[in-house]
């Protein structure tokens, strides 16, 4: 039994050691696309990964004041590389996925989510009340600019967590904010839904003389960047 139990504790930690090693490298390996092939497509499992990755994203109080567009319509995409400086990857990638963030945040959002969590977790809404003045008092005070900071803030850990999850599933990634979000938010029709655009994310797979391939990446050394005090 102890023998058995000590084979299986060897047989753990070299498998966190290859999982922390497979991590690295896939982190390493990553980087953000120029040219992307237009004939290459994720499939539909691979885009839904990416999706549910960005659903699960943490959130401030998890209101997921978020939501992304998958913009399929190639001529849309067309119109969008006027709309990112010529920057050809939101045309060409296989997916183009835009993060955007709620325009206008009211009380609704607020009762949204308590109405998610009674359901979901069996609660009472009474039980909720003080967890929900809590959240109105802290975010419907706040200034407009402000509100708009917070939940832009939260998008990008979604960035985050998109650009690590297509490095581990080896899918063509390059993060987006060379755009101009107004004409975004014109030509997809952002304000109808409530959205404002924040980022834009191309995700495929790159060409072969995608520039960005070969180049080594720079990054300052751990010494320049930690600091353990
Ligand atoms: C928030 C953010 C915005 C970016 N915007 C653009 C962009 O508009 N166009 C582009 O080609 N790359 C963009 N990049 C990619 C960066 O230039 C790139 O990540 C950086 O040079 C590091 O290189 P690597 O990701 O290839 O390792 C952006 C990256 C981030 C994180």
């Known amino acids: 039994m102890l023998g058995l139990s000590a084979v299986s504790l060897v047989y753990l930690y070299y ?41 699960l994203t943490a959130t401030s109080y998890g209101l997921q004041l978020m939501k992304i567009v998958v913009v399929e319509d190639q001529e849309l995409r067309e119109k969008l590389v006027d ?35 009674s359901s979901t977790r069996d609660i009472e809404k009474e039980t909720l009340s003080g967890f929900k003045n809590a959240m109105t008092n802290s975010i419907l005070t706040k200034r407009k600019e402000d509100q708009i900071n917070w939940m832009d803030k939260q998008v990008y850990i979604a960035l985050g967590k998109l650009l690590a999850a297509c490095a581990i599933l080896e899918i063509g990634s390059c993060p987006m904010e060379g755009f101009i979000p107004e004409e975004y938010d014109e030509v997809l029709g952002l304000d109808k839904l409530n959205l404002a655009s ?10 072969s003389d995608d520039p960005n391939a070969k180049r080594k990446k720079v990054r300052r050394s751990q010494d320049k960047f930690v600091i353990t005090i």
């Open 15 to 55: 498998n966190l050691l290859v999982m922390d090693a497979k991590l690295i490298e896939s982190l390493q390996k990553r980087y953000a696309v120029k040219r992307f092939d237009p004939t290459k497509k994720l499939s539909d499992k691979q885009l839904d990964a990416l999706l549910e990755v960005a659903r």
């Open 83 to 117: 709309c990112s400086f010529g920057q050809r990857q939101v045309a060409d990638a296989s997916h183009l996925l835009v993060l955007c963030r709620e325009r206008d945040i009211d009380l609704d959002h607020i009762e949204d989510y308590v109405e998610n969590i």
């Open 198 to 207: 924040v980022l834009a994310l191309p995700v495929g797979f790159s060409a």
